[in-house]
T-cell receptor, first 112, second 114 residues
Framework: KQEVTQIPAALSVPEGENLVLNCSFT??????LQWFRQDPGKGLTSLLLIQSSQREQTSGRLNASLDKSSGRSTLYIAASQPGDSATYLC???????????FGKGMKLTVNP | NAGVTQTPKFQVLKTGQSMTLQCAQDMNHEYMSWYRQDPGMGLRLIHY???????DQGEVPNGYNVSRSTTEDFPLRLLSAAPSQTSVYFC?????????????FGQGTRLTVV
């Protein structure tokens, strides 16, 4: 059974720091991996999608990498801002099934 | 472009009542799914559909029914609500379940069963 883990569960940093958020998964047979952002009381907003054949994707200050063989992905946030405060979730699309399996998320607080 | 629309946003039910959570998407997506989000449990898949007329169970299907009569709509029915079904429910869609597909989520339905 695919399991997705995000450690730590919470992180508090001062504004301006460069951040690395980690995501690990147990089964490397995936179609893709997606990073989401969730603000309190809101839905999930897609940040980046990495296909299984790709190594990384970039959008603005965000960069996500994927190492499928080791079952790891990282989300890099450059020059963090208070507006980046949210819960970040990663999810993998299992190969051979139709399912998106989520980690439990990491709550990020960026302090001014 | 509305994306994925869920209604209602909030609902309070009494134990034993039934209701339907609505989900509609306007992106002509084949794949639709329902998740529930609970503190400490993350998002768990309830039911999913790979196209009109095709549905299947996810991780936590008990107490819920779905049907998919059109590409656009994927309602979730609670047959007899229980306090354990108090949760936030999210509907998601994607063009396909395969490669190159990004999942889009609705804003959620907050359900309280008393």
């Amino acid at each position: 059974k695919q399991e997705v883990t995000q450690i730590p569960a919470a992180l508090s940093v001062p504004e301006g720091e460069n951040l690395v958020l980690n995501c690990s998964f147990t089964d490397s047979a995936i179609y893709n991996l997606q990073w989401f952002r969730q603000d309190p009381g809101k839905g999930l907003t897609s940040l980046l999608l990495i296909q299984s054949s790709q190594r990384e994707q970039t959008s603005g200050r965000l960069n996500a990498s994927l190492d499928k063989s080791s079952g790891r992905s990282t989300l890099y946030i450059a020059a963090s801002q208070p507006g980046d405060s949210a819960t970040y979730l990663c999810a993998v699309r299992e190969g051979g099934s139709e399912k998106l399996v989520f980690g439990k998320g990491m709550k990020l607080t960026v302090n001014p | 472009n509305a994306g994925v629309t869920q209604t209602p946003k909030f609902q309070v039910l009494k134990t034993g009542q039934s209701m339907t959570l609505q989900c509609a998407q306007d992106m002509n997506h084949e794949y639709m799914s329902w998740y529930r989000q609970d503190p400490g449990m993350g998002l768990r898949l309830i039911h999913y559909s790979v196209g009109a007329g095709i549905t299947d169970q996810g991780e936590v299907p008990n107490g819920y029914n779905v049907s998919r009569s059109t590409t656009e709509d994927f309602p979730l029915r609670l047959l007899s609500a229980a306090p354990s079904q108090t949760s936030v429910y999210f509907c998601a869609s994607s063009y396909s379940s395969r490669v190159y597909t990004e999942a889009f989520f609705g804003q959620g339905t907050r359900l309280t069963v008393v």
